[in-house]
């Protein structure tokens, strides 16, 4: 067990090593393979007199070669002192991914912002995705070909097709200003403010990016239930003479959730990097709008910053996943 | 009784003299599974573990065992359709040990396989014109009068309806997608079919049927096959002679009369008490020897005599010296009786497992006469 | 472990006993799109307590459904059971869901052909076996886990207290396949199906796995019927037989009578099918033509006249025709179990094929 998982998290740093590499040459390598430079990012299309360019680009370290630009921004992530290019320097610490000139930022600070809305909306999505998703593939399973079967298959089916760009705005309409059940407080409400209306200002954005979600997780439930209960273990259960709840929790369900478990582990983490359009929707500034605007602003640290973050998400949810499923499944040897 | 070294069994008097394929110490070794990133690498599977026979045109030797034995790994490492890790394999007399699998193309025409279940090794989106023409396809050959043409050919051979040509696998029964399976392995006129329990997912009267498929294409077109399975009247039925597998290694291997009323190996006495014939009268009064425990891992087999662990007659007949000789000493397979070699320090002919009476049951009218 | 006792079953004389076990005109149909599945179409048969029944067929000829049709396990399905199903008088067919719950694994108990797949690959082999015990006794899990230590003891499992905790595939397929039978002994049963017990086994575990049954049955004194297409089996280990044939039984008698004078052209068909190692026959095999009738459009007369090589020697067209009755032969020796078949042929004329065409060829 604790070799597994040793072996894993080493894996872990490894990916995310590779991860940190990719994105790191692609925003550094590509402005030098253009015969620009990567100083660009930093100050701005303004124009420059060269021997301005020539002490920025000394200053930030683009004068060396890369493997040597590359460890250092590695070293940065666990604190040193940036500039912010025109006073002193700033204190950065872990994790520290450099300083937004573009947002007279550190990146941390931006990224520490965004973070909770992005959690808060992926989260609340989730446990509701999850609910939804799980009752009514299990229901349909259990009974194909049944009333609630093609209710519930049929609604999955709709969910699935409509895009939150379509959703989010009509729903908006409807309960907000048609109706005005809830607030119009566009945007994202601190929880430890107002927890009452931190519910209420992502009730919306919950429903409808875990609309989509449940979709696909009812679909999945319901072939995995399906499957399972026409598994020769179910008829040894019935064999056996238990009752039919015992067999369809214990025997049946325990079975057909358990592929479900990996994909919510490499769905929620995944979550934080897919969550834009719901974001920009809704009007709420997490992870999702933030790389949003550093891609339009060529802002390259909050860039970089961003994609770590995700992939750590990613890397952590699988790790969990990965963990999890030898407490579930005993044939996976842990 | 002359050959005392660590010979194979001599190969059976062919037809034509020389053996079609020499099989010398084949092994079969699966690199041990190394657990997680920081796990050590288990031991390696000697999944065949010096494997040698040999077969002449138009035999067929039968290769039986339970499973887990290496039956299957064997015809492969044969067929050359896995790399044998060690040991040669001469077809023709020609050493196709380490051939590449694209100077095995043209080897491919005489050497052919037939699985076990037909349905999976048949492509679903594929008719099986496509299916059985498929040989003439890789091989970039045109038979005379087209591939449609000598495919439907091929088809009415092997029972099938020729105007099924366009048809899918899942529109055939099991028993007519192993006639397919053995119309594809028949297009290129192979000279040697590995046929790898081609018959045991079939119901019985359907086997026949398959059986009886297998030994009028053996006569007429003068094929050898390596027929391997689990059950052993079809084995005795089929072959000329026959091998019995064990941890990798055969135990014991002879023509096949000799194989079934006068074994030597205890492995093949337990093997053959245990198969039930349909006959209560002759069942009753037949003996069982049951093994007891399980078969052990062939990523660590058992020192000495790799049966040892579960051999009757070691735990029930012999001295504890000789135990000891069992348990430290690994026997090497050689001829203890002419034709008749078995890997075993102390082997016994047994004549009365098959019908419960000692001497030999009537004698078999010699095959394909 | 040399077993050299010959079977207790040759010995064995159940005359004086009542049958256990009455199945009447069992009939188990499966509508669906295309048309109405005959699996079992009016299948008869007694067992008495301490004897084996073996049912003999190949795939689609209902012998699997029949099994699970003595357990109920087609209740809450679309397919629709009638006759009789007589365990020791209570008949089996109208019980509820519920009810039947109450008698699956207590009275009757099954086990199925593969034992991997018929484990739940997520719990323990105890936990499965103990589950089986508490469901049918108010007993703690303490208890039913020393009941199930002592049930895996009995069916040769090594170290058992050591193994309760183990998962299915931690265990080889004959020691799966014992703790299926502990499963299925736990509560001893008085009745045994077994499905295709040693089907998915090796013929050395094969062996093993019909000798406990046997033993267990001469300790439990249960009925147990045996389903298999392996005549070899029902020749080693049952007392009478049933031959299974689109959805009907077409012969049926004592072990010893029915091997010694199979009277149906389906069980010569069988036999000469099957490659024997006990004995010197001609070289050539000698199959069924065609394939199994479809259990929809069964055909006309007698079901199996489309592979029959001797419906010309029945006057008119009867076996396209008129369905035969499932009558005594002439042969029967055993006191109670009645050797009968299905077949048009006059019997003088049958004994005479079987003693001219057939047996040379067997």
Redesign the interface.
């Known amino acids: 067990m604790i070799?597994?998982v040793?072996?894993?998290l080493?894996?872990m740093v490894l990916v995310l090593i590779v991860v940190s590499m990719v994105t790191f040459l692609i925003f550094q390598a590509v402005p030098l393979l253009a015969k620009s430079s990567p100083v660009y990012y930093y100050i701005g299309k303004a124009p420059a007199t060269p021997e301005l360019l020539q002490s920025l680009t000394h200053r930030f370290g683009f004068d060396q070669p890369l493997p040597a630009q590359y460890w250092s921004y590695l070293a940065g992530f666990f604190g040193k002192s940036v500039t912010d290019g025109t006073s002193a320097a700033v204190q950065c610490p872990f994790p520290c991914f450099g300083y937004s000139f573009r947002r007279n930022e550190l990146v941390s600070t931006l990224i520490g912002q965004a973070l909770p809305v992005t959690i808060s909306l992926a989260v609340g999505a989730a446990i509701l995705w999850l609910i939804g998703g799980l009752t009514v593939g299990t229901l349909s399973g259990l009974k194909p070909g049944s009333l609630v079967d093609r209710a519930g298959m049929t609604g999955a089916l709709a969910a699935v097709s409509l895009p939150i760009f379509f959703t989010g705005p009509v729903a908006l309409l409807i309960f907000v200003y048609t109706l005005g059940w809830l607030p119009d407080n566009n945007g994202y409400v601190d929880i430890t403010q107002n927890p009452v209306g931190w519910f209420l200002s992502l009730l919306l954005p919950w429903i409808c990016l875990a609309l989509l979600f449940a979709a696909l997780y009812a679909r999945l439930t319901r072939s995995n239930v399906l499957e399972t209960m026409n598994?020769?273990?179910i008829?040894?259960?019935?064999?056996?003479?238990?009752?039919?709840r015992?067999i369809v929790v214990k025997?049946g369900l325990?079975?057909a959730l358990?592929p479900v478990v990996t994909i919510f582990g490499i769905d929620i983490g995944g979550l934080i990097g897919t969550t834009i359009i719901t974001e920009t929707v809704f009007n709420l500034r997490g992870l999702g709008t933030l790389s949003i605007q550093a891609i339009r602003d060529l802002d390259l640290p909050v860039l970089l910053g961003v994609t770590v973050v995700a992939a750590f998400a990613l890397v952590i949810a699988n790790f969990i996943v990965d963990v999890l499923y030898g407490f579930?499944?005993?044939?996976v040897?842990v | 009784m002359t050959s005392t070294a660590s010979q194979p069994a001599p190969a059976a008097t062919t037809r034509t003299g020389e053996p079609l394929l020499e099989v010398q110490g084949v092994e079969k070794y699966f690199p041990g599974r190394r657990?997680?990133?920081?796990?050590q690498k288990g031991n390696p599977v000697k999944a065949v573990d010096g494997v040698s026979f040999s077969l002449g045109t138009g035999e067929t030797l039968g290769l039986v065992g339970e499973s887990g034995c290496g039956k299957s790994t064997t015809g492969r490492a044969v067929s050359k359709l896995i790399e044998p890790t060690g040991g040669t394999v001469r077809f023709e007399g020609r050493d196709v040990t380490n051939l590449s699998p694209r100077q095995m193309r043209p080897l491919r025409r005489e050497l052919q396989m037939i699985f076990q279940d037909p349905y999976s090794s048949l492509n679903p989106r594929h008719t099986i014109g496509t299916v059985i023409g498929a040989p003439f396809a890789i091989q970039g050959e045109r038979p005379k009068g087209g591939t449609k043409r000598a495919v439907q050919g091929l088809m009415e051979r092997v029972g099938l309806n020729p105007e099924h040509y366009n048809r899918y696998p899942h529109e055939f029964s099991g028993g007519q997608r192993q006639r397919i399976g053995i119309a594809r392995a028949l297009a290129l006129r192979p000279k040697l079919i590995v046929c790898d329990e081609p018959v045991s997912a079939l119901d019985v009267s359907v086997q026949a049927q398959v059986v009886n498929l297998l030994e009028d294409l053996q006569s007429e077109f003068g094929l050898a096959y390596i027929f391997i399975a689990h059950d052993l009247s079809v084995v005795r039925h089929i072959s000329d002679r026959v091998a019995v597998m064990y941890l990798g290694k055969i135990m014991e291997i002879t023509d096949r009369d000799t194989l079934y009323e006068a074994p030597m190996h205890p492995y093949t006495h337990a093997l053959l008490s245990a198969v039930p014939v349909p006959d209560p009268t002759t069942e009753a009064r037949r003996e069982k020897i049951l093994l007891t425990g399980d078969l052990p891992s062939p990523s660590n087999p058992p020192s000495g005599c790799v049966f040892h662990t579960r051999c009757p007659k070691y735990k029930n007949e012999l001295s504890e010296s000789e135990r000891e000789h069992c348990r430290t000493v690994e026997p090497v397979i050689e001829e203890k009786r002419p034709g008749q070699s078995v890997y075993c320090h102390f082997p016994q002919v047994r004549s009365d497992l098959i019908d419960g009476e000692p001497g030999p049951i009537r004698t078999t009218k010699p095959k394909a006469a | 472990m040399v077993d050299t006792s010959p079977s207790a079953a040759a010995v064995r004389d159940f005359a004086d006993e009542q049958p256990f076990l009455v199945v009447d005109d069992l009939r188990v149909h499966f509508p669906t799109d295309d048309g109405l599945v005959k699996s079992v179409d009016g299948l008869s048969f007694e067992l008495r307590r301490g004897e084996i029944l073996g049912i003999v067929g190949e795939s689609g000829s209902g012998k699997s459904v029949t099994a699970q049709a003595i357990?109920g396990?087609h209740k809450g399905s679309q397919a629709k059971v009638t006759g009789r199903i007589l365990l020791d008088d209570q008949d089996l067919v109208p019980l509820s869901?519920?009810e039947m719950?109450?008698?699956?694994?207590?009275e009757v108990?099954?086990i199925?052909q593969?034992p991997l797949?018929?484990?739940?690959?997520?719990y323990?082999i105890g936990n499965?076996i103990s589950?089986?015990y508490l469901?049918?006794h108010k007993v703690s899990k303490k208890e039913a886990r020393q009941r199930t230590i002592e049930m895996l003891q009995k069916v040769g499992i090594p170290n058992a207290a050591g193994r309760y905790d183990d998962?299915p595939?931690q265990f080889s397929g004959g020691m799966r396949q014992r703790a299926?039978i502990a499963?299925?002994l736990i509560c001893q049963p008085k009745l045994l199906i077994a499905d295709e017990p040693t089907t998915a086994l090796d013929v050395t575990v094969q062996a093993q796995i019909l000798e406990l049954i046997k033993e267990l049955r001469d300790e439990l004194n249960s009925a147990v019927i045996i389903i298999t297409h392996d005549l070899g089996v029902v020749a080693e280990t049952c007392d009478q037989v049933v031959v299974m044939y689109g959805g009907q039984c077409v012969e049926k008698g004592a072990v010893d009578d029915l091997f010694a004078q199979p009277e149906m052209p389906y069980t010569w068909g069988l036999l000469g099918s099957m490659p024997r190692m006990d004995r010197v026959r001609q070289e050539r095999l000698t199959p069924i033509p065609g394939s199994p009738p479809s259990l929809i459009n069964v055909p006309k007369g007698c079901v199996f006249n489309p592979r029959c090589r001797f419906s010309d020697r029945v006057e008119g067209r009867r076996c396209f025709t008129e369905h035969p009755d499932l009558l005594p032969t002439t042969s029967t020796t055993h006191e109670v179990t009645r050797h009968e078949v299905r077949c048009h042929i006059p019997p003088e004329e049958r004994q005479q094929i079987l003693l001219t065409e057939i047996r040379p060829t067997l």
Do not use: C, W
């Open positions: 070799r597994f040793v072996s894993r080493i894996g598994e020769d273990y008829r040894t259960a019935r064999a056996k003479g238990l009752d039919r015992t025997h325990r079975a358990t579930i499944d005993p044939r040897s | 657990t997680g990133l920081l796990g | 357990l396990l869901e519920n719950r109450r008698v699956r694994g207590d108990s099954m199925f593969d797949s018929s484990l739940h690959p997520f323990t499965q589950e089986a469901v049918h998962y595939h299926m499963m299925a």
